[in-house]
Every structure is written in structure tokens, then in C-alpha cells.
């Protein structure tokens, strides 16, 4: 603006220059050219000097009524101009305050050019005392970069960056987005915080009822554990003991934990079809006849028909269906083979005949502990997957077997 003024001050400045040293020049010439009488002479030089007089102060009054004009126009734009810059400000001010999420701008030295009223509520401090502070000192209050914040690595931001922080007893949602100059290099970074301690607090809620309702899903599995051993007083006990075994043997061979939650449950639960099956066979003290087989052989059928509905137990069928399936195929329900067989069941096979092996029941006594480990090591890799069976024995000490 004043460059521009500048340069129409010397326009005029030199066009006046010019126009009246062209009107002294032409008007002296033709003075002198025309007029020889000295005292007319001395009286038109005196009426040019008026003239001269009168034209300067008329072309001076135009050019100072014009500029004065503008110059008047111009301080009323201004004067809207920063009004309506104030406006805005205003506004931006309240829209910026008007939100519960702490924002403020900050620049690549993590100071703080502007900042809402969340922000400084935040902070314990009014908006302008935090204007030119470190963001880090003012949301931390003093206790430095906290070790998850975005910000220490903006060096490159290119993107937002977000991450969950705890300052206190509450809880932040803090996201940093770049702010860009024209050449895309990072400029400054709007910096916003949300808290989000009432979220936090519903999952913890929710994982405690969640955790609630697993204990109480095992719980209720163990009852109907212990239904079935009550139900068959010849194997009290048996589920208990398999279950513990077969989740130990499966941790040894390097199952992750979440799996061995559902071996655990689907050890308990491996018998849970033999409610559909008739007392008089599953008590008889003799050899079972063809058809009282056919019927026993059904259970794990049963099983799965019983527990397949149930979405929680879905990764634990594997056991109750499988755990009477045999290495070499010639097992059943569904006479599967080799590593056809679920891992789970295949553990939980070895287990479960060297304890009902090594158990009374109605039909014999229980075998030493010596018979039992030789009938696991001779039935490897027809019964039973011979890695297990190796892992078994690995683990089990020869030297307490009874005898």
C-alpha cells in the first residue's frame, strides 16, 4: 500500500514538474516574442505568476481532495477489516472453546501458539498464560514427556498420530495432526486430547463382567464334570485327573495358553455324551455285547450334538469328538487318521486310557503303573500319534510304577 502510494506522489510530482516548467518556458517565449513594452511586459509577467498561482492551487486542491478521499476510504476498509478480523477471531475463539476436548496449536519447538478453554482448564491456568509455553510442561504440569506421546518424534510427521495416555486418575485420547506450509513442509501441529476416563472405566467394567461370566461358564462345566462322575461312581474322579494331566502334557509340548482354556474344558466335558447313553450298558459289570458297543460308541456323537450349538464351547468339541479317533484310523466316531486328528484330542487320547488303564473298574482291576506305560509305548503309532507318546513318557518317572 504505501509502495503504491510512493509511486503515484511521484508521478504526479514529476508530471508537475514538468507541465510547469513547459508553461514558464512557452509563456516566456511568447512574452517575449510579442510584448516589447517593459511595463506591459512586467504586467502580463505579473498576471502569469497568478495564473500560475491559480492552477497550482486548483491542481493542488484536486489531487489533495482525491488522495484525502482514498486515504479516507482506505482507513474505512481497514477499520472493517480488523473488524471483521476480530470477528472472526471472536468467533473462532468461542467455536475452538466451545469444545470439551483440550486443542491447542503448537509449533515444531512444541511451544504453544493458541490454545482453548478445555486446554487451560486442563492445565489450571487461564488461556493466556499457557500462549508461548512448552506443551509438554503445561499438559504434563511440570512432569515432562510422557513415554508414549506422539509428539517427541514430529521431526517427519507427515500424518496424525495418536496414542492413549493416563495423567492422574483420568484418561486421554491424544491425536497429533501436521500442519503443513506450502512447500508440504511441517509447520505446525494441532494437538487435541479427549478424555476418554468414562470409556476406559465400561471396559474395565466389561472385562470384569466378562471374566465374571467366564468363571461362571467354568464353573458350570465342572458342575456338570462332577455330574458325570457322580452319575458313574467307577470313574469318580477321572475327569478331574485327566484334565489337569492333559493341560500340563499340552503346555509341555507348546500350546499357547488361550488354547489350553478350551482343552481344559473339553477334557472335562470329554464324556458329557455318555448321558445319552442307557445306564444298564454304561453300569454293566460284564463284556459289552455288539449292540451294547454300537450304542457306547455313539457318546461322542452325542457329545457333539450337545455341546455344538453352544458358541462358547466351539474350540472345545475337539475332545469330546475326537478323543476315541486312533493314529492309525481304525478309531471312531468318524474313523479320522493320523494328523487328521485335532492336536487336543491326540494328547488327551494318551492320557485318558493310561488313567483309565491304571483305574478299577467294574470289568477288571486297575493295571500297574509298568503294564499301563508299556501298553502306551506298544500301541504308538496305532493308537496312539507317536510324538505324544514320546513326549508322554519323557515325562513320566519309570521308577514310581507300583509294582
Known sequence: MKQEHSGITSRITLYYFVLANLYIY????????????????????????WI??????????ILLKTQIKKLLSEVEERKKAEAAERASAIHWQKTFDASADA????????????????????????VEEIIGKNCCDTVHKGEGEFPDCPLPDTGNLQSREETEVQIEDRWYHISIDPVMDEKNR????????????????????????????????????????????????????????????????????????????????????????????????????????????KIMREHPKLAYDLLAPIDYLQQALEIPYCH???????????????E???????????????????SDRPYRPAWNRKAALKHILNESGRHFDPQIVKLFLELVDPGRDGT
Not at 52 to 61: C, M
Not at 112 to 124: E, P, Q, V
Request: charged share 25%; glycine share 6%.
Open 26 to 49: 512557452v509563456s516566456d517565449q511568447l512574452l517575449f516574442m510579442y510584448v516589447t513594452d517593459p511595463a506591459i511586459l512586467v504586467r502580463w509577467q505579473t498576471y502569469k505568476g
Open 52 to 61: 500560475y498561482i491559480a492552477v497550482t492551487t486548483l491542481l493542488l486542491y
Open 103 to 126: 486443542i491447542c496449536l503448537v509449533d515444531r519447538s512444541k511451544k504453544i501458539l493458541r490454545a482453548n478453554a478445555a486446554l487451560a482448564n486442563l492445565a489450571g491456568q487461564d
Open 186 to 293: 511441517l509447520q505446525n501441529m494441532v494437538h487435541i486430547m479427549r478424555d476418554i476416563t468414562q470409556r476406559k472405566q465400561m471396559e474395565a467394567n466389561l472385562q470384569q463382567v466378562n471374566q465374571d461370566l467366564l468363571q461362571a461358564y467354568d464353573a458350570t462345566i465342572e458342575g456338570w464334570s462332577r455330574a458325570l462322575d457322580l452319575r458313574d461312581h467307577d470313574t469318580e474322579g477321572h475327569s478331574k485327573r485327566v484334565t489337569e494331566e492333559t493341560v500340563y502334557l499340552a503346555a509341555v509340548h507348546g500350546v499357547p495358553e488361550p488354547e489350553l482354556v478350551h482343552i481344559r474344558r473339553g477334557a472335562l466335558l470329554h464324556d458329557i455324551g455318555k448321558v445319552g447313553i442307557p445306564d444298564s450298558i454304561l453300569h454293566k459289570t460284564g463284556k459289552l455285547n455288539p449292540n451294547e458297543w
Open 324 to 338: 476315541h479317533e486312533k493314529w492309525d484310523g481304525s478309531g471312531y466316531p468318524r474313523g479320522l487318521k493320523g
Open 340 to 358: 487328521e486328528i485335532p492336536l487336543a484330542a491326540r494328547i488327551f487320547a494318551v492320557i485318558d486310557v493310561f488313567d483309565a488303564l491304571t
